[in-house]
């Protein structure tokens, strides 16, 4: 008895299901972050949990946690839309321009500056101990005193210095070349009005102590005396 054998071509699949294959896999794909510019994301997203959750608790720490408010974490509408505009910047030039992600040495320098600015801030903070506030006293109060020793010898805003570092070597670690060039001016122009604004308070609790341990220790800043 002869068997009949079916043609090959009635055992493939029917041509409508090829096509729809075909043109599923040959659709329009949206391409991938780059490992580099997704390990910075990363990295930016562990130096703001950390900068902030350390503020928060340094300042319940020193002044209780009764005494401290969500101010603590230093998170302003204008802070919100700073970093929002960073990560805004870092994901369109990830899938635009992947190749500025790439610089690994800028990235590392932002790193080294993030924990460098880190280091300096919570030493000045450690070192005021209830005499750092996140908000400028403008009432002297009994354990508001002068601090010159420690970091202080060296500069009188280590916590400002601390701040400027962290907050530009972020955005030098994302390699965003407009938010890097954007931080550094507006928080320098920030910290060039805030700081006599302090000061005047500053000069009113301690007088010429003040005055003297202005005019023999630099502000930390450049450019702001």
Known sequence: MRHLLLPAHRQASPPTALALSH???SGPQIPALPMAARTQAWQFAAALVFFHGSEYVLAAAFHGH??????SLLISKQYVLAM?????EHLTEGYLFPELKGYQFVSNIGLLMVLVGEIIRKIAVVTAGRAFTHVIRIHYEDQHQLITHGV??????????????WAVGTQLMLCNPVSTVAF???LWRFFSKRIPYEEFF???FFGDQYEEYAQNVHSGLPFIK
């Open 23 to 25: 043109s599923a896999s």
């Open 152 to 165: 202080y010898r060296f500069m009188r805003h280590p916590g400002y210095l601390g701040f400027l570092l």
């Open 184 to 186: 550094a001016l507006v």
């Open 202 to 204: 500053l000069r009113q």
């Open 66 to 71: 009764r005494n401290v408010t969500a101010t």
């Open 84 to 88: 929002s505009f960073a990560m805004l």
